[in-house]
């Protein structure tokens, strides 16, 4: 018999325009385990609700096509995702990190 826990599936969900999304960022961005990792350079102490809005307003990220996203493991959010075009010699690459506080990031992708 095999004692050994599945894997959670994983999904992406866009990230709303919600104080509920904004408040669980904060919780993150306050975890010193994440800001070691992440959001120390843009938040020199840790963030209010406030700076949360202002730096990841949904509507203002996606003007700039940067999509904001939640990866959930069972349909629990446990990190953050964004993905965005960049633009290199004419040709339109796509790249996204993740920032769970792992440090880890998603491969790029760029191509005619």
Same mark, same amino acid.
């Given at each position: 018999? +095999? +004692? ?26 306050? +975890? ?40 959930? &493991? ?26 769970? @506080?792992?440090? &880890? ?5 760029? @191509?005619?």
């Amino acid at each position: 018999m +095999n +004692n050994r826990k599945a894997p959670p599936s994983l999904t992406f969900r866009g990230m709303a325009d919600a104080r509920e999304d904004y408040a669980r960022l904060k919780t993150w961005l306050c +975890n010193p385990a994440v800001r070691k990792w992440y959001g120390a350079d843009d938040f020199p102490v840790p963030p209010s609700l406030e700076d949360v809005v202002k730096k990841y307003r949904v509507p203002s990220l996606l003007e700039e096509e940067v999509h904001p996203c939640f990866i959930l &493991a069972d349909g629990t959010p446990v990190g953050y995702i964004q993905f965005y075009p960049i633009r290199s010699g004419g040709s339109i690459c796509s790249s996204g990190r993740i920032d769970s @506080g792992t440090g &880890a990031s998603a491969p790029s992708h760029c @191509g005619p």
